[in-house]
């Protein structure tokens, strides 16, 4: 019980999927004694992954260095964070988009969609500005 509770403790600081953590680590762990059940050690698992992620910034112009070198740069091993933009007016865009995005982005030159949101955004920034392109009778967003 205690190798199962350890194991997925320590996954759990490294990675997201709680339950499939603990379902990985119940068949890898010795079958002797393994009677922990996931609902027993859910809350701990939530903890230790929520001390595990990188504290939030204060200041928009510290959000590139917040996210530069955590485990939420790449997507699938790819790059997801392009990194930020900042204007004269203290003004600081993040960048996200994943490499078939950006050839979506360049692929599709007739038409494209922008939406700026600006309610549902994290208190640091004041918009969420996603750029949309048309693929047959759908549009996707290629980047944020």
Known sequence: ???VMSRCRKRDAEELALRQIFDEVSRTVDAGGNDVAFATIESS???RS????????TDPRDADAAITGSRFVPLEDAPFYRGSVNTGDRDT???FASDGQLELLLSRR???YVDATFRVVPSLFYQLFT????HTD???PVTH
């Open 45 to 47: 698992m939530y903890k």
């Open 50 to 57: 929520r001390t595990a992620m990188p504290s939030l910034p």
């Open 110 to 112: 007739l038409v494209y």
């Open 93 to 95: 865009a993040l960048i």
């Open 1 to 3: 019980m205690l190798k």
């Open 131 to 134: 750029v949309f392109v048309q």
């Open 138 to 140: 759908y549009s996707f």
